[in-house]
């Protein structure tokens, strides 16, 4: 097998297993917030279920950058693979009968674990792309928003599969399921696994993790508030809305509500997905120069700004749920889709041109960290903001994080070493 075959190979292994993953990530997502919410569960409570799996997140990409640096990227993978499993299967001897604050606490913890795994994941993946992906024609954007695009539309999918599931088989019943599937596909991954992946230097120090590259700084720091703009809305504040408007508090009124609600967040994630798939086309990537992409992702954050200060708007001019209010929140939330998704791949392209492959995984690891860190901000405040002011509270702070973020892109220079020159035609 010549060097470019094997290389596809353990590209299409590795992308096999994060869709796998993400299936299930996005799944049990839908089937925590809505099982706990028909239980009585606040918003606020709602976001604590979710607050440890975006800090364990948080400090396991920064450990696993060096983890993966020391032992090799294909350990990452299969230890967040077995991870996830071990916590579907934990998250089954959940107990309705335990009493709130024990109920909260178990699956936080059992989230936490769930974080661990799904960013063991995401790490070893978006690593692999930078060591995988060819050099020539734009090679490195195509293959990252392949990855990333298809990974965001398969999420969609488990969104959507696990507001059936729970409408269908029940709580318990959906997360052992998927944890069956997720153990089957473990073990295809560690038989059918092709060599050309990094096995590991002995050398590598976790001091190392800390980035002295202004832009992989920046970068990070534009995530941070990018995505927590996407979560203090997506997390919890939205999906509760809808179930206001939709549920007529009946068991039919319920399981209907669950299905529109996962199908629209599906939606929305496979709308993403595919949008971040088609990002180095829309962009012209092939034949554009790093200076211009680093530009656009300064613009593209801006015209993201708009669109949550719109709906802001909206919602002051309502005097509560209403048929128009609710219309105009789909048709705003699935165009910031199609924008953030835009934003969101052209950062994950600029974090790999930046970094050098000899520390691609700490790079990575760093920058989803920050990833994490946005998601754990927007995550408490998707909750917070809600209970206390509404939507246009939560979509106003959306509105201020999305202009952070442009902010710090601003401060992105295409004349840093690390960034490459693309190809010119």
């Not at 034949?287 to 954050?301: D, I, K, M, Q, S």
């Not at 909206?314 to 509560?320: E, P, Q, R, T, V």
């Not at 041109?353 to 520390?359: I, N």
């Not at 995984?361 to 909750?383: E, I, K």
């Amino acid at each position: 097998m010549t060097a470019r075959a094997e290389g596809l190979s353990a590209y299409i292994a590795v992308t096999a297993a994060y869709w796998a993953f993400m299936l299930t990530d996005g799944a049990l997502r839908m089937l925590v917030l809505l099982h706990f919410h028909t239980l009585g569960f606040s918003p606020v409570q709602l976001a604590y279920l979710f607050v440890l799996y975006e800090i364990a997140g948080m400090v396991t990409n920064l450990a696993a950058g060096w983890i993966a640096a020391r032992f090799g990227l294909t350990s990452t993978l299969y230890a967040g693979l077995g991870l996830q499993v071990v916590a579907l299967l934990a998250l089954a001897q959940l107990d309705p009968a335990w009493a709130v604050g024990a109920s909260v606490a178990f699956v936080m913890i059992v989230q936490g674990a769930s974080g661990v795994a799904k960013d063991l994941a995401k790490m070893s993946s978006k690593s692999a792309v930078k060591i995988l992906a060819p050099a020539e024609d734009g090679g490195l954007f195509r293959w990252v928003a392949l990855l990333t695009g298809s990974k965001n539309a398969v999420k969609g999918l488990g969104f959507l599969l696990g507001a059936a599931l729970l409408a269908t088989v029940g709580f318990v019943w959906a997360v052992l399921a998927m944890a069956a599937v997720l153990a089957a596909i473990l073990v295809a991954v560690l038989v059918a696994m092709p060599s050309g992946l990094p096995r590991g230097r002995k050398g590598a120090k976790f001091a190392q993790v800390f980035s002295t590259s202004a832009n992989v700084n920046w970068l990070s720091a534009a995530r941070v508030v990018l995505f927590g703009a996407r979560d203090v809305w997506f997390v919890v504040g939205i999906p509760i809305y809808f179930y206001a408007v939709l549920s007529d508090g009946t068991e039919a009124g319920n399981r209907g509500a669950f299905f529109l609600i996962g199908t629209f967040m599906a939606l929305w994630i496979i709308l993403y997905g595919a949008v971040q798939a088609a990002a180095p086309r829309l962009l012209r990537a092939a034949t554009r120069p790093e200076g211009a992409l680093v530009a656009a992702a300064r613009g593209w954050a801006w015209a993201l700004a708009a669109i949550p200060a719109a709906l802001t708007v909206a919602a002051l001019a309502s005097s509560g749920p209403q048929p128009w209010l609710t219309a105009v929140l789909v048709a705003g939330l699935l165009v910031f889709g199609v924008v953030f998704a835009i934003n969101s791949s052209l950062h994950s392209y600029l974090i790999l041109a930046f970094t050098r492959a000899e520390r691609v995984t700490m790079d990575v690891g760093f920058y989803y960290m920050a990833n994490a860190g946005g998601r754990l901000v927007g995550t408490v405040l998707s909750g917070l903001t809600y209970q206390l002011g509404g939507l246009a509270l939560m979509l106003g702070t959306a509105t201020v994080m999305v202009a952070l973020s442009a902010l710090a892109s601003g401060r992105l220079s295409a004349e840093h070493p690390e960034v490459t020159p693309a190809p010119s035609g």
